[in-house]
C-alpha cells in the first residue's frame, strides 16, 4: 500500500513538472471565420503570449476577459504581451460567439475549441483558465478562476517574464 502510495505520489509530481514546462499541443481550432489552425500555431514574435479559455455562457469568464480589454492597449505598448482567447463552446453554441465577441469590443485574437479537444490536452477542467506562456511558447504560469484584481496579478507576471525575473516568489 505503502509502494502505491509513493509510486501515486511521485507520478502526480512528474505530471504537474510535465505540465508546466508544456508549449501548445499540435490541435485542430477555428479561427471565427471559420479557418482551421493548429494550436501550435500560435505565437508571439514580441513576447509572452496569455490563452485565456472561456465560454459565452461562463460570467466571470466575461468579467475577466473585460477586465483584460480595459487594460490590453497598455500591456500591448509596455510588454509586446499577446492574448488569445480560446471558446470551449460547443458546435451548437460556436455560432454565437462571434456576434458576442464584437459585441464585447474584444480584440484579441479568439478561437473555437468546439470539441473540446485543446482544452483536454491542455487539462482545463473549469474555466476561466489563463496559461502564460513565454516568448518561446512555454508555459510558465496558469491559473483556474476569476477574482477582480487577478489582472493586476497576471500582468506583474507578464512584466517579470518580459524583465527576465523569475516568476516564483
Not at 471559420?34 to 500560435?42: M, Q
Not at 476561466?128 to 487577478?150: E, I, S
Amino acid at each position: 500500500m505503502k509502494n502505491s502510495i509513493i509510486t501515486l505520489s511521485l507520478t502526480l509530481l512528474f505530471s504537474v513538472c510535465a505540465i508546466a514546462q508544456e508549449t501548445m499541443p499540435s490541435i485542430k481550432i477555428k479561427d471565427l471565420d471559420g479557418n482551421v489552425i493548429e494550436a501550435s500555431s500560435i505565437e508571439n514574435e514580441d513576447g509572452p503570449i496569455i490563452i485565456s479559455f472561456w465560454a459565452t455562457w461562463c460570467k466571470p469568464c466575461v468579467r475577466e476577459l473585460n477586465a483584460i480589454n480595459d487594460l490590453y492597449p497598455d500591456w500591448q505598448d509596455e510588454t509586446g504581451v499577446k492574448l488569445v482567447a480560446i471558446s470551449i463552446d460547443d458546435s451548437r453554441q460556436s455560432s454565437k460567439v462571434r456576434p458576442f465577441v464584437a459585441s464585447q469590443g474584444w480584440e484579441y485574437e479568439v478561437y473555437l475549441d468546439e470539441n473540446s479537444e485543446l482544452r483536454r490536452a491542455m487539462n482545463v477542467n473549469n474555466i476561466p483558465h489563463t496559461f502564460l506562456l513565454d516568448a518561446n511558447g512555454k508555459v510558465v504560469w496558469q491559473h483556474n478562476g476569476y477574482m477582480p484584481g487577478d489582472e493586476d496579478e497576471l500582468y506583474e507576471l507578464i512584466q517579470k517574464l518580459v524583465a527576465g525575473e523569475p516568476l516564483a516568489d
